[in-house]
């Protein structure tokens, strides 16, 4: 037996496939506009981020035509993402320092 919410979500997503079937330009309005809605409602020193993070991904999946080679690209940002997060909460790859100063290596001249 399904739940009203597992329910709604699944008229929720025929609402959206019958969207993007029907007038694709209006589902990519609409997505952008929810995706707009949560970074705006995201904590303010969240959001540039969360704004650098959509680029990569719009950027990222720019190159694929195909839906489902773009659905299989966005899982695989998923995960990498995921395992990273995974990798950072276990203290595998701490994050580096931001306050810490890089050693700046000189470049040796070439003899000419």
């Given amino acids: 037996m399904k739940?009203?919410?597992?329910?709604?979500?699944?008229?929720?997503?025929?609402r959206q496939m019958k969207l993007l079937q029907d007038d694709p330009t209006e589902f990519e309005r609409?997505?952008?506009?929810?995706?707009?809605?949560?970074i705006q409602n995201a904590p303010?020193?969240?959001?540039?981020r969360?704004?650098?993070?959509?680029?990569?991904i719009d950027t990222t999946l720019a190159h694929y035509k195909n839906p489902i080679a773009r659905m299989n690209k966005?899982?695989?940002l998923f995960w990498i993402k995921a395992q990273k997060l995974d990798d950072?909460?276990?203290?595998?790859h701490p994050s580096p320092k931001r306050d810490e100063e890089a050693r700046v290596i000189p470049f040796l001249a070439k003899d000419r």
């Fill in 50 to 56: 969360l704004h650098g993070i959509q680029f990569q």
């Fill in 74 to 76: 966005m899982v695989e």
């Fill in 88 to 92: 950072a909460l276990r203290g595998l």
């Fill in 3 to 14: 739940t009203f919410d597992e329910e709604a979500a699944e008229r929720e997503f025929e």
């Fill in 30 to 38: 609409q997505s952008r506009e929810k995706i707009e809605k949560v």
């Fill in 44 to 48: 303010p020193h969240l959001q540039k």
